[in-house]
């Protein structure tokens, strides 16, 4: 899966004819992004602060995308759990596959553990399949992660560069 960002709407529709011959599964859009000069330039999670913008965005990438299309994106600018719900609802709604949440805000760094509590409250609400990320780094925490906040999947980032045996761990 390839996860492409833009600040620029009509940029996104480029960059997928760009990926159409090559063997990839799928598409994800980075609403999550909280690097300054990605977020000051409008990319990353400044989507998330114009909803109906974002959604434009992700019916565009789905009008030139037929292979799944996914985003991830984090809580939030503030701890508002209604409003990223009803983001998440506007997304599936724009046609796309399935969602991953970092669940930190998106000022947030790596100093405190993300907010699972939301990764669980989305799964269970929403028909649209929700991934969590942030904070795997075990294959412990892997399996707690799954038991407790149930989401369709988990994505693995910094641990599965720094060790990328961890998946043949969880498989066991």
């Not at 565009?60 to 292979?67: F, G, L």
């Not at 993300?114 to 795997?136: M, T």
């Not at 693995?156 to 961890?166: D, F, L, N």
Request: proline letters at 6%.
């Amino acid at each position: 899966v390839y996860q492409l960002y833009t600040a620029k709407p009509e940029r996104l529709p480029e960059a997928l004819e760009m990926l159409r011959d090559r063997p990839v599964f799928g598409a994800d859009i980075n609403f999550g992004c909280s690097a300054p000069h990605i977020t000051k330039a409008g990319g990353g999670a400044a989507w998330m602060r114009e909803p109906e913008k974002a959604f434009a965005l992700a019916r565009a990438a789905r009008a030139a995308w037929e292979r799944p299309l996914s985003a991830k994106l984090r809580i939030g600018a503030e701890d508002d759990y209604e409003r990223l719900r009803d983001f998440c609802l506007g997304l599936g709604e724009a046609g796309l596959d399935y969602l991953c949440l970092h669940p930190r805000l998106e000022g947030q760094k790596f100093r405190r553990s993300g907010r699972w509590d939301y990764v669980a409250r989305l799964a269970a609400e929403l028909k649209l399949p929700i991934l969590g990320n942030g904070d795997v780094r075990t294959v412990e925490e892997y399996r707690r992660r799954m038991a407790e906040a149930a989401p369709a999947g988990i994505m693995i980032g910094r641990e599965a560069a720094r060790r990328p045996w961890i998946f043949a761990l969880i498989r066991g």
